[in-house]
């Protein structure tokens, strides 16, 4: 009998869920404009700065050379000029080609932050279309749900089409996580690094107070490495871009490799069968309850070892999770879906729409056991 109660706090919930994402998203282009206006007058007052020094630069060469020529005249001729003409002359002319190199590198400097910033310039304008069209997009998305979703109660029958629809909403969500994830790498990532890079070559160029202005730019240095890291890791958590690249399995692998160093708790990775490649939405779901049940053995498991195995077979992929941690009452927990049962409530909800299987074995004091079974296609 289907909980008709259940479906529509479903479809409310994902509906919910789709106007949060749009709301998101037209904050992530409002906050790229404003980013736009900040770059656009910082690239202004460089090209400004570029304009004068470029302008010393040609001023500053021809009395370089002007003074070089004067330092050959008087060098050769000590019959008219006195050593106290040449000490003055070769002083000048060094000062000069100090201040020379100076501005050159001055010069050098500006037109690089010149270039980057228009580079810049041009991927946030990029963001701000794509964001743009995201939003119609999902608003479109939005009316065609809110209006053929009304009379849920009088289409049970068209459940097939529901779910489908559901996991289509699904692989709509991960499809903009993955394209905020690319935004984040090419944006903040990209800037951070730049920002490393300019850090350490001021530091070669400061020559006032070096020692102090030295510390100063190494502890930025430092802790713009810590930010590129934990931008690094969002986009990780957002869209693992292995998944894209090589499937599955790998991602899982690798995931599952940093959870480990990360948290300290010992899981094993375990791959049997083909190791072929899946529809992009089975993908993304199994690699979301994988990364849910690791998370829960984590925070509620107080586990030190655990095993993940994964099959690939021809009509179907199994999953299974084993901790050896505390255990706990099933019945109780998953009655609790504002608390700890949550997560597995959501992951139940997962395996469902992929039209799957998933049974869980616990006790207290046991550890705990999950197994999952999707079916694919050949």
Known sequence: MIDIKALD????????SIERSKVQIYDIAENTRAEIARVTQELSDIKREAREVISQVDILNVMEKNARIRLVEVSKDFNRYTEKDIKEAYDNAYSLQVELIKLREKEKLL???RDHLEISLRRLESTVQRAEKLVSQIGVVFNFLSDG???????????????????????????????????IHDGPA???????????????????????????????????????????????????????????????????????????????????????RLDSSIEIALFRIIQETVTNIRKHARAKNAVVKMEILRRKVTVHIKDDGIGFDLDKVMAKKDLEGYGLVGIRERVQLLKGKMSIKTAQGQGTSISISVPVDN
């Open 9 to 16: 706090r479903i479809i409310k919930e994902t509906l919910d």
């Open 111 to 113: 037109r690089y932050r």
């Open 149 to 183: 979703l009304q009379d849920i109660n009088s289409k049970i029958g068209e459940l097939q089409q529901t779910q489908q629809m559901a996991l289509s909403i699904i692989k709509a969500q991960e499809e903009e996580r993955k394209r905020v994830a690319r935004e």
């Open 190 to 276: 990209q800037s951070m690094a730049n920002i490393v890079m300019r850090a350490e070559f001021c530091l070669k160029l400061l020559d006032m107070n070096p020692e102090k202005v030295r510390d100063e730019l190494k502890a930025l240095q430092n802790l713009v490495r810590m930010s590129l890291m934990d931008v690094r890791k969002i986009i990780f958590d957002l869209r693992p871009m292995v998944l894209d690249d090589l499937g599955l399995a790998p991602a899982i692998k690798r995931y599952l490799a940093e959870y480990k160093e990360q948290y300290g708790i010992q899981v094993e990775f375990l791959f049997f069968g083909d190791q072929r």
